[in-house]
Structures are given as structure tokens and as C-alpha cells.
């Protein structure tokens, strides 16, 4: 169980679902690789569609894990590395 954003770029466009809590032990993971071949987010350094080692992170900015009801701006899009971005709280996941 953890919390689920919505990263949004409004210089390319590209909207991701980015989680908390998945795919390490760390009980606070709180960033998501980005894979530029799939354009997906996934949860660990390497992409299980296409083998790409991935260096990309997104992470989740503090003030979005402390108040869920705010968001959050400029942070670095992975695809065009535009400040132009949001991420806001969705909701809890299962």
C-alpha cells in the first residue's frame, strides 16, 4: 500500500502515474525510473520490456509526501527536461 501521483509536463505533454512505495524494500521509496525506449514509468533501474539500464528518476517532492492535498511544480521532466511540470496526490493504492 502506498500513494499514487499524476507527473504531468506541460511543455511535451507527457502525463505518467508515478508510485509510492513500490518495487524496493525501503519502506519510503519515493522516485520511479523513467524508461525513454517505452516512455513507462517503472520501479527498477533496469526496464523489464526492453533491458534498458535506466538512469532517469522522478522523484516525489517532500512537501507532495507531507501534505497530500497540495502539488507540486517544477520538477524536471524526463522526457524533454522542461521545469514546466505538476505532480499531484491521486490517492491511495492497494
Avoid at 507532495?64 to 499531484?88: D, G, H, Q
Wanted: proline content about 2%; hydrophobic content about 30%; some cysteine.
Amino acid at each position: 500500500m502506498g500513494k499514487r501521483y499524476c507527473f504531468y509536463c506541460r511543455e511535451c505533454e507527457i502525463k505518467l502515474t508515478l508510485f509510492e512505495e513500490v518495487g524496493q524494500n525501503s519502506k519510503h521509496q519515493v522516485h520511479n525510473y523513467y524508461c525513454s525506449q517505452c516512455e513507462k514509468i517503472v520501479y527498477h533501474d533496469i526496464c523489464l520490456n526492453c533491458q534498458s539500464n535506466l538512469e532517469r528518476v522522478i522523484e516525489i517532492p517532500i512537501n507532495i509526501l507531507e501534505n497530500t492535498n497540495e502539488k507540486a511544480e517544477n520538477v524536471e521532466c524526463p522526457r524533454c527536461n522542461s521545469l514546466l511540470t505538476v505532480i499531484v496526490f491521486l490517492g491511495e493504492w492497494d
